[in-house]
């Protein structure tokens, strides 16, 4: 153990050996301020004052470019903490399925089911018509896994689209129900249990006959 110490001890000499000094010149720029104040001559002195001064009152200073895109750019206030909301009813205008040729971007019709009201007002009329994009699409795959639609971005004439949670999510009949107890029966015959995995889930639809629930939040700030 003695031993070890004292190579130990030896190795940090050896390597301090080659740590490199500080040079006058690094010494000079990691020295106070008061120090470097103190080797200046009167001369360096007065011209260092004249560079550094500050001008003593706020009309010296001069006025600072204006940036252009100051003006377009402005604080969005925005308050969401109201609950109330308005809840419309729509159902698609046409039957749809989804196929091989589905793909995000596409649009769907929607027609209002009943008028909705607030303090009076006609929001929405009976007939209405709006649109929604189809913004994602997930493919039914092996396992039983499903398709999935989710539609968004729905517009109305009198409501503001920054006040609507317009989501429409819509899946296929889910066979993962009858494909996971399937595997877990099969799985001590081995390898029947790996056949489970080529049943395919099945295709999203959205019929005329499905209630579509949207909502609008007349208190909420967007601005």
Known sequence: MNKLLSILIILFAITGMFCPGVSAEESAVNAPAETL????TPAQEEHFAAETKLPQTCEQIPDM???PLSE??????YDYSNPLKIPIYLHIEKHYRTNGDTKPGEE???VAERNVYYNGELLVKRGEKTTAKLTHFIRRGMNGIP???ILEGFQFENLDPNKLDGKFIKRGFDNTLFVLPLKWALT???PLGSFSN???GCEARISPKDDIIIYYYPEWVVD
């Not at 104040?37 to 200046?40: A, E, L, S, V």
């Not at 377009?72 to 206030?77: A, E, G, N, Q, W």
């Open 147 to 149: 398709s999935i639609l």
């Open 198 to 200: 080529i049943i395919i």
């Open 72 to 77: 377009k750019l402005r604080i969005t206030k």
């Open 65 to 67: 470019p204006q940036n």
């Open 108 to 110: 769907f019709t929607f």
């Open 188 to 190: 001590p015959l081995y």
């Open 37 to 40: 104040h103190k080797t200046q």
